[in-house]
C-alpha cells in the first residue's frame, strides 16, 4: 500500500534531549511537510522541503532541524532549544510544488515530562 | 500575512440531515488554493475537498461541495446526509500559488470546527 508513515505514534522524552521523529513516503512524492498542532488549534509549518537536499523554515522553525538525504524520508529533530516541545506533529507530502494537494501521515504525539 | 477563520467552534447535526460549515480567509492574492480537511478522532488528516480560486465553479465531491465566494473571500462547506462516520474536526485551509502555476507549499489552516452527527 502506498502511503506516509510516521514513527513512533508516541514519544517520550526528558526535558533537555533531542528527539528525533520520523516520516517516510513511497508516493514518490517530491515535496515533503512538517506540521505542529496544538490543543483547540489548526496546524502550522515548522519546515518543508520541496526536493531532495534542500529545505526551507516554515512559520515556526525556531528549535527544531531537518534533512532531506533520499525522496522517501524527511525526518524532524526536536532539539532542547524549542521551548514548548509537548504536541501533535504531523508529516505531508505532495507529488511536487506545482501540486498544491498535501497528503498526511497519522502523526506523533510527543510528550515532554 | 493571510489568516484563515473559522467562526463555529463546534456544530451537531442529525444523521441524514445537511449541514453548513463556515470559513472566511484574508488576503490580497489572486492565485490561491482552499482545502477542506477532515481530522476524525483517530487524528489523521484526511482531504475532503479542494477549490482552485481562479474556477468559478463550485468543487463537489459526493455528499460533500463547497461554496466559494471570492469576492467575499468565503469558503464554506456543506455535507449533505449525514452519516455517523463524518463525526471529525474539520478545518479549512489556504494556501497561495504561484505565477507560473504551483504553490508556495504553504498550508494556513483555520482553528477548526468539532462536528458531532447525532443518531
Known amino acids: 500500500d502506498g502511503g506516509i508513515t510516521q514513527s513512533p505514534k508516541y514519544l517520550f522524552r526528558k526535558e533537555g534531549q533531542n528527539v528525533t521523529l520520523s516520516c517516510e513516503q513511497n508516493?514518490?512524492?517530491?515535496?515533503m511537510y512538517w506540521y505542529r498542532q496544538d490543543p483547540g488549534q489548526g496546524l502550522r509549518l515548522i519546515y518543508y522541503s520541496q526536493i531532495v537536499n534542500d529545505f526551507q523554515k516554515g512559520d515556526i522553525a525556531e528549535g527544531y532541524s531537518v534533512s532531506r538525504e533520499k525522496k522517501e524520508s524527511f525526518p524532524l529533530t526536536v532539539t532542547s532549544a524549542q521551548k514548548n516541545p509537548t504536541a501533535f506533529y504531523l508529516c505531508a507530502s505532495s507529488i511536487d510544488s506545482r501540486r498544491p494537494t498535501q497528503y498526511f501521515g497519522p502523526g506523533t504525539r510527543l510528550t515532554v515530562l | 500575512a493571510q489568516t484563515v477563520t473559522q467562526s463555529q467552534p463546534e456544530m451537531s447535526v442529525q444523521e441524514a440531515e445537511t449541514v453548513t460549515l463556515s470559513c472566511t480567509y484574508d488576503t490580497s492574492e489572486n492565485n490561491y488554493y482552499l482545502f477542506w480537511y477532515k481530522q476524525p478522532p483517530s487524528r489523521q488528516m484526511i482531504l475532503v475537498i479542494r477549490q482552485e480560486a481562479y474556477k468559478q465553479q463550485n468543487a463537489t465531491e459526493n455528499r460533500f461541495s463547497v461554496n466559494f465566494q471570492k469576492a467575499a473571500k468565503s469558503f464554506s462547506l456543506k455535507i449533505s446526509d449525514s452519516q455517523l462516520g463524518d463525526t471529525a474536526m474539520y478545518f479549512c485551509?489556504?494556501?497561495?500559488?504561484?505565477?507560473?502555476?504551483?504553490?508556495?507549499?504553504?498550508?494556513?489552516f483555520g482553528k477548526g470546527t468539532k462536528l458531532s452527527v447525532k443518531p
Open positions: 485551509a489556504f494556501m497561495k500559488g504561484m505565477n507560473y502555476g504551483g504553490s508556495q507549499g504553504n498550508l494556513i
Open positions: 508516493l514518490n512524492h517530491d515535496a
